[in-house]
């Protein structure tokens, strides 16, 4: 079955750099559209950004356009998200998940179609 770790979170200042990576293993992450998410304290989990099968698509909510990329590296079976001029914001547990869809070009910014949860990395942006 497939599972994922999530790795790369910390502690960083505002207008600073993290770099997730979302390693996964029991399967090969080309076959998938994948996305990334994060929960703040006290609110409910949001899509942060997807990428879908074969790289064609990649999506952001409005909020870390033109801050964060999402990639992926076959070689390694992994996803990342580059995240540039951190927020305060922007802190919280940033997830991994598989999008159910197997159409390439297609990935869902809703959590409904996400499957194979990660257990999280802590990602806390403060001066």
């Known amino acids: 079955q497939l599972q994922f770790v999530e790795s790369g979170g910390g502690l960083v200042q505002p207008g600073g750099s993290l770099r997730l990576s979302c390693a996964a293993s029991?399967?090969?992450?080309?076959?998938?559209?994948v996305g990334w998410f994060r929960q703040a304290p006290g609110k409910e989990r949001e899509v942060v950004s997807c990428?879908?099968?074969?790289?064609?698509?990649?999506d952001y909510i409005n909020s870390v356009k033109g801050r964060f990329t999402i990639s992926r590296d076959s070689a390694e079976n992994t996803v990342s998200l580059q995240m540039n001029s951190l927020k305060p914001e922007d802190t919280g547990v940033y997830y991994c998940?598989?999008?159910?869809?197997?159409?390439?070009?297609?990935?869902?910014?809703?959590?409904?179609?996400?499957?194979?949860w990660g257990q999280g990395t802590q990602v806390t942006v403060s001066s």
């Open positions: 990428i879908s099968i074969g790289d064609a698509r990649k």
């Open positions: 998940a598989v999008d159910q869809t197997d159409q390439q070009g297609v990935c869902h910014m809703a959590e409904v179609y996400y499957v194979h």
């Open positions: 029991g399967g090969l992450l080309n076959y998938w559209a």
